[in-house]
């Protein structure tokens, strides 16, 4: 199975579940309260979708690039610092003495062999410029991310007040229409 197979797969099963959302919010027989509960619960999932597909598609890119056999040494500089953090950050940390023997053993120890990715980390709230950063890191086009920020920092914010108890939420449908 290649990479897009992959990456499309996990669209596929976020979309379904996104459209099955709109063919229940869009049923007439729904009361008020039932509905605003479902824009809330909505909002909610299209959030998860939002930074789980993200964090997802990051992490299916990674592994590709592990098991591609690619040497650490030929990735795109930001993409090589991320794989060799963990490496650094040990280093960093080491006396001149043992320092010294890491740096001897660098290129063959951390640069020949394939890179070992971290954990892709969302923080928790996936802002638009967090998610620039991670695609920067990854050496990928952050066009779409930037031209889409206010939509992103909109479902980021709303998604907060409604982890966080607030009774914030757009009460019709065709505003989250007009807006997709």
């Keep these: 199975m290649s990479i897009l197979d992959d990456i499309t797969r996990d669209l596929d099963w976020r979309e379904a579940e996104i459209a099955s959302m709109r063919v229940v919010l869009s049923s007439t027989g729904l009361t008020s309260i039932q ?9 909610a999932l299209l959030y998860a979708h939002y930074e789980g597909f993200c964090k997802n598609t990051l992490v299916t890119y990674y592994d590709f690039i592990s098991n591609s056999r690619i040497a650490c040494r030929d990735l795109p500089e930001t993409t090589r610092l991320f794989a060799l953090k963990k490496n650094l ?8 003495n043992y ?3 890491e740096i001897t053993k660098f290129q063959s120890n951390c640069l020949s062999p394939t890179p070992e990715f971290p954990s892709v980390d969302t923080q928790s709230n ?28 909109t479902l980021v914010n709303r998604r907060n007040k409604i982890a966080h108890g607030e009774n914030n939420i757009i009460q019709e449908l065709e505003y989250y229409r007009a807006n997709a």
Excluded: G, Y
């Design 126 to 153: 996936l802002w638009p410029n967090l998610l620039i950063e991670l695609m920067e890191t990854a050496d990928l086009n952050t066009e779409i991310v930037s031209e889409n920020e206010v939509k992103l920092k």
């Design 89 to 96: 950050t040990q280093m960093r940390n080491l006396q001149d």
């Design 99 to 101: 320092l010294v023997v």
């Design 35 to 43: 509905k605003l509960t479902l824009l809330r619960a909505a909002w």
